[in-house]
């Protein structure tokens, strides 16, 4: 794995929606859950391995993986399965996610979890992408789905 490539944790920044650049550190114990969870990953199809990590307000941390099914339709991300088991468990604040793949570049979320994301995290929420050498990007879940749809469309 790319863990020793991690330094004490990564500096990033991401746009807030009025354009001012905010300085956002990743704690290293968020990228190292996020990074661990791969080897957990069912991926007998694809063998694209996807872990995630899920931050509460308090600091608890939420591990999810992508689960195939030979029915493509049914499979999970990982960034879903971290959210589910936290709301699962009566969680409802969050603080950041940290989402890990073995990609050149950091890996994207899925349009599916990008609006699962707009349900239950604050928008100008931050989220952590990392690809395989340990390239970073931290972006807001606004800006990861802008103009999504939520309970205020209804």
Same mark, same amino acid.
């Given at each position: 794995?790319? /863990?020793?490539?991690? #330094?004490?944790?990564? @500096?990033?920044?991401?746009?807030? @929606?009025?354009?001012?650049?905010?300085?956002? $550190?990743?704690?290293?114990?968020?990228?190292?859950?996020?990074?661990?969870?791969?080897?957990?990953?069912?991926?007998?199809?694809?063998?694209?391995?996807?872990?995630?990590?899920?931050?509460? %307000?308090?600091?608890?941390?939420?591990?999810?993986?992508?689960? +195939? @099914? %030979?029915?493509?339709?049914?499979?999970?991300?990982? +960034?879903?399965? #971290?959210?589910?088991?936290?709301?699962? +468990?009566?969680?409802?604040?969050?603080?950041?996610?940290?989402?890990?793949?073995? $990609? +050149?570049? !950091?890996?994207?979320?899925?349009?599916?979890?990008?609006?699962?994301? %707009?349900?239950?995290? &604050?928008?100008?929420? !931050?989220?952590? /992408?990392?690809?395989? &050498?340990? #390239?970073?990007?931290?972006?807001?879940?606004? %800006?990861? /789905? !802008?103009?999504?749809? $939520?309970?205020?469309?209804?």
């Amino acid at each position: 794995m790319f /863990l020793a490539q991690l #330094a004490k944790g990564i @500096n990033s920044y991401f746009k807030l @929606n009025e354009g001012v650049a905010k300085k956002m $550190t990743v704690k290293q114990e968020w990228l190292d859950c996020a990074v661990e969870a791969l080897a957990h990953a069912y991926v007998p199809y694809s063998n694209f391995p996807v872990g995630a990590c899920l931050v509460t %307000a308090d600091g608890k941390m939420y591990q999810g993986v992508n689960i +195939e @099914n %030979a029915s493509f339709g049914l499979t999970n991300c990982a +960034e879903r399965t #971290a959210i589910f088991k936290a709301i699962s +468990e009566d969680e409802r604040t969050f603080q950041h996610l940290v989402v890990a793949g073995n $990609t +050149e570049a !950091p890996i994207s979320p899925c349009g599916a979890c990008r609006q699962v994301m %707009a349900e239950f995290f &604050d928008p100008q929420m !931050p989220v952590t /992408l990392v690809g395989k &050498d340990g #390239a970073t990007k931290t972006m807001t879940v606004e %800006a990861l /789905l !802008p103009y999504s749809f $939520t309970d205020k469309d209804f």
